[in-house]
């Protein structure tokens, strides 16, 4: 149970990094939800472009 723990909490330190999510601004959930996939697209796109170097 604990590494499983271990891999939420670390993908939530890496939506962090990035501002809007780590601030409530969004009252719709949908916005959110969208807010959220936009931040680990940019995490996920940032490492597949430090990879391909």
Do not use: Q
Request: proline share 4%; net charge positive.
């Amino acid at each position: 149970m604990l590494p499983k723990r271990w891999l939420v909490e670390r993908t939530f330190a890496w939506l962090m990094h990035s501002r809007r999510p780590a601030r409530d601004y969004e009252t719709r959930t949908d916005t959110s939800e969208a807010v959220i996939k936009w931040a680990m697209s940019m995490v996920m796109s940032r490492r597949l472009a430090r990879r391909a170097r």
